[in-house]
T-cell receptor
Framework: QVQLVQSGSEVKKPGASVKVSCKASGYTFTGYYIHWVRQAPGQGLEWMGWINPNSGVTNYAQKFQGSVTMTRDASVTSTYMEVNSLKSDDTAVYYC???FGSGLRRFYFFDYWGQGTLVTVSS | DIVMTQSPDSLAVSLGERATINCKSSQSVFSSSNNKNSLTWYQQKPGQPPKLLVYWASTRESGVPDRFSASGAGTDFTLTITSLQAEDVAVYYCQQYYSPPYTFGQGTKLEIK
């Protein structure tokens, strides 16, 4: 069965960086884009960007360009999302999610989600 | 960016009754290339990630009970839950995937009356 398993909670100080991992299993890792979506406490969902696990090509929402880096390691079927220069309003649950489409079809909505990683930014 | 606005923000419905949630986009999400509306609905229960319910505005995801139905086109969309069950208590989000950034509505919290 398809699973996306994320790394554990993190507490960081303002200005630090955090790297969250997302390990995929149960499907062909290189066949589906992985997206990252965040959710501030008690708030709605915010799309951050995607990575093509096959090529490593990324596309970030304009808001996150320059502060977020998505990478992958196909040898361990994992994608990573790093946020730099953390601020208090980066406190959120960060989710990885698989694109519904496979192969050459991309749809930009999400059929499987990781369990979420809480990142807390506090001095 | 396309702004997605849901109404109401919260809703209380009796068990067995109908719940209706609306979603409006700031511009049309209809794609003439495939004649479809690029709109999804998700359900999020406390402490869980969102779950895909509906895509292409009205196509129910595999395994989703048929008491969930959705409709709409262009800029106005509706999710309807007929015969509300206790397990349907959740926050519901719409999302457009017509153009990046792929934006979500603010969510509608559904409770039992």
């Amino acid at each position: 069965q398809v699973q996306l398993v994320q790394s554990g909670s993190e507490v960081k100080k303002p200005g630090a960086s955090v790297k969250v991992s997302c390990k995929a299993s149960g499907y062909t890792f290189t066949g589906y884009y992985i997206h990252w979506v965040r959710q501030a406490p008690g708030q709605g969902l915010e799309w951050m960007g995607w990575i093509n696990p096959n090529s490593g090509v990324t596309n970030y929402a304009q808001k996150f360009q320059g502060s977020v880096t998505m990478t992958r390691d196909a040898s361990v079927t994992s994608t990573y999302m790093e946020v730099n220069s953390l601020k208090s309003d980066d406190t959120a649950v960060y989710y990885c999610a698989r694109d519904f489409g496979s192969g050459l079809r991309r749809f930009y909505f999400f059929d499987y989600w990781g369990q979420g990683t809480l990142v807390t930014v506090s001095s | 960016d396309i702004v997605m606005t849901q109404s109401p923000d919260s809703l209380a419905v009796s068990l067995g009754e109908r719940a209706t949630i609306n979603c409006k986009s700031s511009q049309s999400v209809f794609s003439s290339s495939n004649n479809k509306n690029s709109l999804t609905w998700y359900q999020q229960k406390p402490g869980q990630p969102p779950k895909l319910l509906v895509y292409w505005a009205s196509t129910r995801e595999s395994g989703v009970p048929d008491r969930f139905s959705a409709s709409g086109a262009g800029t106005d969309f509706t999710l309807t839950i007929t015969s509300l069950q206790a397990e349907d208590v959740a926050v519901y989000y719409c999302q457009q995937y017509y153009s990046p950034p792929y934006t979500f509505g603010q969510g509608t919290k559904l409770e039992i009356k």
